[in-house]
């Protein structure tokens, strides 16, 4: 015989987990979902050893140390920049870019997402990009940047440090320097090591070539082969991919050189019998702490400098050439010039 069970209606919500068992409270209410961190990082790519790679560090090592969940996108074409950010402008509260290239796609998505805080990395917003006629005013709400905090660093101090070493390290009166493109951060630092070397040989030749693309490995070392046939003996990388093009150049012929960025004694092992120092922006030190703000809720809009005398730029350790460079007198001579930059900035030529 069968049998037909009739199940109340309210034991199949209570078993759907919508109402509460007999005796017990209502399910606790889900908590919000934590606050997240977007990157967007630049053509180079996530592992450019270089200034995305230690963006992306930084950032991803502040998130998780916060409880902020954290995403990134990595950007193939300069064609997809502004297409990127404003996608994570949509679903991120705190969104960071990195570099120069993204001026203008990070002002107009800061306009478009009030209520989404932007963090640029090397961008001040100066007139002429994105803002109106006054450095004031793109932190005003008439200039539609008040959720906006730009990251600048002091490239022409460390580039002043490396010309120094440079041009006291060199035998033969020729150093030079393999450049990406040719925008302010990076002119900043090739002026900054042309001062540096002129400070220690008045007579030195510093040749220098600016490369339109960050991530033009072959092209930077052909440059990088140039100035070795033209005497160079120390080779500075200063533009990503491009500039490790330079370094390679300088390793294959067993001449020095220096890095740029992060210490790539680490990042580019490959290269590092030959790699005297690396001017450095410790980007990821200043991404962490901004992250770290906006987490504790005391992240402002603004210019962060990162100098010399505030422990933002500088230069990594020797390593192996350690005692060479003491030897030489040349680490007395960087110690020398950092003295002169915080006693007075200007003597790298850039105001």
Known sequence: ???????????????????????????????????????????????????????????????????????????????????????????????????????????????????????????PYFPGQGCPETVEDCYSAEGGLTNVTSLVFAEDQMGYLAGVLAACMSQTGVIASVSGMEIPPVARLVTGYRQGAKSVNRE??????????????????????????????????????????????????????IGVDVDQYFTYPEVRSVLLTSTAKFVDVAVADVVIQFAKGELAAGIQSKTLATGGVGLTPYHAWQEKIIAAGCAEKVEAAMTAIRADPTVTGVK
């Open 1 to 123: 015989m069968n049998r037909h069970f009739v199940i109340p209606l309210a034991l199949l919500l209570m078993v759907w987990g919508l109402l509460p068992a007999c005796g017990g409270s209502a399910p606790a209410v889900a908590p919000k979902s934590a606050l997240q961190v977007g990157v967007v990082l630049g053509v180079g790519g996530e592992n450019d050893k270089s200034f995305n790679e230690y963006t992306l560090k930084g950032a991803r090592q502040a998130a998780e140390q916060a409880g902020l969940a954290f995403e990134y996108v990595v950007t193939d074409s300069i064609d997809d920049y502004e297409r990127n950010v404003m996608n994570m402008a949509g679903k991120a509260d705190l969104v960071i870019t990195p570099g120069y290239l993204f001026t203008e796609v990070t002002a107009k998505a800061a306009r478009d997402h009030p209520h989404v805080h932007f963090v640029i990395v090397d961008v």
């Open 204 to 257: 030195i030749v510093v040749l220098n070539q600016y490369v339109p693309n960050f991530d033009d490995l072959p092209t930077g070392k052909l440059v990088g082969q140039d100035f070795i046939n033209q005497g160079a003996d120390v080779i500075a990388g200063f533009g990503g991919n491009t500039g490790n093009g330079g370094l390679l150049a300088a390793y294959e012929a067993g001449i020095m050189a």
